[in-house]
T-cell receptor, first 114, second 114 residues
């Protein structure tokens, strides 16, 4: 069973730039969720993708967008980066239809915006 | 507005003793609660969960207790082992919300002392 993998592991960007983070979901899972974990905070829900469409969104501005591909992998795109976007970005996969299927997280991408 | 609160940023417990991690929530609509464990440089790992129709769930050394009237849950680890040293996140969700929007607390760092 292949777990959730994320790339890259670390990234440094400049304010105003755009970034794309990638995630491969665990085999057998059909949904992908993205979370942002700022320093000293718990993970915060950004959005979820199911059947290649956004299926729920947290309190994040439209410059945070995503994609899900037919193989259930996913991308998180952030435009016009701000200093406060510096955080650990976590991808998690799960199986829709499995009641209370817990999320399986990847190890995250550490984004630093300077 | 923190809907899930972990008021102890850190906790130190002697190896072999019981570790008790506490969590409070404000939203009475939450009906599913989870605990995740996180090691440095890794993503959160699901530990144990409890539905709001129960008041206790046990899995090996880990037991979660839910007090709905007090909007409080706790995780008991007994006996505590060195490998239990990690950050523990309490989380809650609405089972009817199938968008995997889980609300996390800020976490409690558990140190198991030799």
């Amino acid at each position: 069973e292949t777990g959730v993998t994320q790339s890259p592991t670390h990234l440094i960007k400049t304010r105003g730039q755009q970034v794309t983070l990638r995630c491969s979901s665990q085999s057998g899972h059909n949904t992908v969720s993205w979370y942002q974990q700022a320093l000293g905070q718990g993970p915060q829900f950004i959005f979820q993708y199911y059947r290649e469409e956004e299926n729920g969104r947290g309190n994040f501005p439209p410059r945070f967008s995503g994609l899900q591909f037919p193989n259930y992998s996913s991308e998180l795109n952030v435009n016009a980066l701000e200093l406060d976007d510096s955080a650990l970005y976590l991808c998690a996969s799960s199986l829709v239809g499995a009641l209370n299927s817990p999320l399986h997280f990847g190890n995250g991408t550490r984004l630093t915006v300077t | 507005d923190q809907q899930v609160k972990q008021n102890s940023p850190s906790l130190s417990v002697q190896e072999g003793r019981i570790s008790i991690l506490n969590c409070d929530y404000t939203n009475s609509m939450f009906d599913y609660f989870l605990w995740y464990k996180k090691y440095p440089a890794e993503g959160p790992t699901f530990l144990i969960s409890i539905s709001s129709i129960k008041d206790k769930n046990e899995d090996g050394r880990f037991t979660v207790f839910l007090n709905k009237s007090a909007k409080h849950l706790s995780l008991h680890i007994v006996p505590s082992q060195p490998g239990d040293s990690a950050v523990y996140f309490c989380a809650a969700s609405l089972a009817l919300n199938r968008d995997d929007k889980i609300i996390f607390g800020k976490g409690t760092r558990l140190h198991i002392l030799p």
